[in-house]
Each structure stands twice: as structure tokens, then as C-alpha cells.
């Protein structure tokens, strides 16, 4: 049973940083390109930054360029998304989601096969 577990969400002052754990189990987590998607109320759930399979290559969304930095570290099957100079549009549920296809092909939402419960993160102004 695949399960992917979000951790690190919570409440903080626009400019503070959090850092989001997304731990997999039940798959081969090298075997999967890895993002993190974001939903905010009344709003679609939208793909913020992926990375791939061996972590070399990395995508973000223009929204969150130079400010959120996705890694994985593949012994410990887990993904992080650091998240700096937060602002109160980055208020979302964020979830952690694998996909098996590569990195090229992971830029939308049904292209990822397994999903986290999602974490709250709410920046106050």
C-alpha cells in the first residue's frame, strides 16, 4: 500500500520560511518523479514544483521561483519543499504527489499516481 505523509505546515508571518516533509512508503520512491501541488480555497489544486527521478533536474512555478526549493533524498525516501519569504497568496493545503512518468511529462496533475492527505500553511499579513 503506497502511502505519502506530509509534515511541516502551519501558521507563520508573511517573510518567515517553513519546510515541508513529504515522507513515501510502498514504493520504489527512486523510481518516481516527485511534486508539490498547492490548493487554495475555491481555487484548482495547481503543481508548484517538481523534481526528478535522481533530483537533477527541477521545476518550479513562476510564482514561487527564488523563494521554495524542492530536494529529495532518495535513501530516506522523502521530498522537502523549503519555502522562503512566504506571502499571504501562499496560503494553501499543499500536497506531496509521485508520478511515474519523467519530469518532462509531470506538469499536470493527472500525471501523478499517488497522493498525500496534504498539509495546511497558512502566512498572515
Known amino acids: 500500500q503506497v502511502q505519502l505523509v506530509e509534515s511541516g505546515g502551519g501558521l507563520v508571518q508573511a517573510g518567515g520560511s517553513l519546510r515541508l516533509s513529504c515522507v513515501a512508503s510502498g514504493l520504489n520512491f527512486r523510481s518516481y518523479t516527485m511534486g508539490w501541488f498547492r490548493q487554495a480555497p475555491g481555487k484548482e489544486r495547481d503543481l508548484i514544483a517538481a523534481i526528478s527521478r535522481d533530483g537533477g533536474i527541477r521545476y518550479y512555478t513562476e510564482s514561487v521561483k527564488g523563494r521554495f526549493t524542492i530536494s529529495r533524498d532518495n535513501a530516506k525516501s522523502t521530498e522537502y519543499l523549503q519555502m522562503n519569504s512566504l506571502k499571504p497568496e501562499d496560503t494553501a493545503v499543499y500536497f506531496c504527489?509521485?508520478?511515474?512518468?519523467?519530469?518532462?511529462?509531470?506538469?499536470?496533475?493527472?500525471?501523478?499516481?499517488?497522493w498525500g492527505q496534504g498539509t495546511q500553511v497558512t502566512v498572515s499579513s
Open positions: 504527489a509521485a508520478a511515474g512518468a519523467y519530469i518532462n511529462s509531470a506538469r499536470h496533475r493527472a500525471a501523478y499516481d499517488h
